[in-house]
């Protein structure tokens, strides 16, 4: 591993295998058909209560997890990405600060429906998801995604997406229009347009910056949000 990981991630993904606020399931247990034993406990076996799940999918730092996790103490959030060295970062912030609403799932999102059972989640956020141009499969608002989502949603439950990718939002409104699903926010230009004509909610929302949006905004690439239904 240290041939293919520098020093620096690889002291990190050692280090999150030690915090209390990360779980790490085996390959072998996420594609096992024994269900894994937070399913469907996730808010009474971690966090001691019966709060409702928001997901972060491809939370690089989780940026989103903690921010979201500050303001909104009736929810327990969890941050989801595949790299320990970025999760670290997020787990870290979160036992300094006691959040004790957050918490990060190292896996693949691809097999989301394995570790949380329906009507567990009541809310997703993807933010700044890898717009995949060659695989639109692979894209995180792809039907084959959407329909891992739907089996852990609540009814009604609700998909932000926030991006710099300009195919990636273009390709999930497509996705929306085509199966018509209810669209409950949409703007190509968030700070230009979106913060200007909207809730105090959402404002404090989109003032979350990520790092890969730091990024971007930096390069003048502007921001996109939406907010949509499946159920
Ligand atoms: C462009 S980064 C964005 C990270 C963070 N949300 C941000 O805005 O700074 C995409 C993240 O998604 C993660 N990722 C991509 N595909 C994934 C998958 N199938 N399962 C889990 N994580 C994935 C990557 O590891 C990476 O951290």
Redesign the pocket.
Known sequence: MSNIMGKDKLRKFNAVHEFKNVVEPTTEEAMSDVPYPLKGNWSKELFGNDLPIIL?????????TLGLARKYKDFNFIG????GA?IWKGAKTALEEELNNVAFLR????FIDKFFKKGEVAEIWL????PQPRRPR?R?TSPMFIDRYRSILKPKGIINIKTDSDLLFGYTLDQVDEHNYPLLLKSWDVYGELIHQTTPDVVYKMGIR????SKWLAQNIKTKYAQFRIG
């Open positions: 972060e999918l491809g939370c690089g730092k989780g940026e989103y989801v990405d595949i790299k970025r896996t693949k999102v691809d933010t700044f998801s890898d692979k995180l990520t790092y890969y949006e």
